[in-house]
């Protein structure tokens, strides 16, 4: 049955330094929106502020503005002025870069952003996720290093008084069983977990080179990982439901070589809908219990309910932390 087609995406960008301006349609843009609380930004702990000096035309002359910091007050004028800063950040940062209202009078009111690599590709862009029509954005920085923001006005013949301001903060660790090092046991008996992969990373796939493995998809997503201390003949039946994305639930043997130690998997809905397992252990072992997404990067609250139904009860059965070391 024919469920999806993975689709490559090309296109091209051009970034223009030389004019650094952001043009759009007028007729192409919202006339209304609904406007954001400023306490919806999360924490803003402003260290200083730092005024605009020009000339911050351009990447080359971009001003230093510290993570924490605020660029105001800070004016685009003339028409089709941007003004460009800049600032360090570790990989794997959370960045928020944003623009608000300041001042009384003469305010620019309308925004829009782009975040630069240091080479001057575009990493990312915003319009109107800020209050009213400012822009915000959140980006994780991908390498240690300089990063440029540049602020503009939305049109061509805008000018006035804005706000800028850059935020970092450390990302949410992965969790305890982000890897088969730390995955957590399942036991004999009723299974009903729930949890979260936003904050685990891609380190499994049951994609065997060359095949559809054993889901019948690649899952490059967020994944997480239990163990089941299984005996021959014991049985496993579950249901995972990714609630953000499209989930694919599989079992393997060997973490060093998921494609080709997978011997269940499941990947036969979309996002939100549930997976379903079943698994009769053929032999007694260890075996490990990813829950994964299709997509890459994807991720998100799950619920992991079923049946563990075990045969043979070993003496160790329900003591997993003491063979823990053993097995790894």
Known sequence: MTRRYPMLLAAALAVTLALPTFAMAAA???????????????????????????????????????????????????ARDTDYVKFTATAGTIITVGTDAD????????????????????????????????????????????????????????????????????????????????????????????????????DYTPLASGTGGCTGFPAVGKDVVYVINAAGSDAISLSYTSSAADGAIYLITNCGSPGTSCVAGADATLTGAAETLNYTFPTSGIYYLVLDNYGTGAGGAFTLTGTMTCHVVPANRKTWGALKSYYR
Do not use: H
Not at 46 to 71: H, K, M, R, W
């Open 103 to 202: 001042g009384t009078t003469g305010q620019i009111g309308d925004t829009r952003i782009r975040l630069f690599n240091a080479s001057g590709a575009v990493l990312a862009s915003d319009d109107d996720s800020g209050p009213g029509l400012y822009s915000l954005l959140t980006f994780t920085a991908t390498y240690t290093g300089t990063y440029y923001v540049g602020f503009a006005a939305f049109g061509t013949t805008t000018s006035g008084q804005y706000k800028g301001f850059i935020t970092c903060a450390a990302p949410t660790p992965p969790p305890v069983n982000d890897i088969c090092a730390g995955a957590l046991p399942i036991e004999c008996g009723n299974i009903n977990v729930s949890g979260t992969t936003a904050f685990a990373n891609n």
């Open 28 to 78: 192409d843009k919202e006339t209304e929106k609904n406007e954001k609380p400023w306490s919806a930004l999360g924490p803003n702990q402003v260290l200083a502020d730092v005024a605009e000096v020009e000339p911050n035309g351009s990447l080359a002359t971009a001003q230093l503005l510290d993570c924490g910091n605020t660029l105001r007050p800070a004016f685009m004028t003339p």
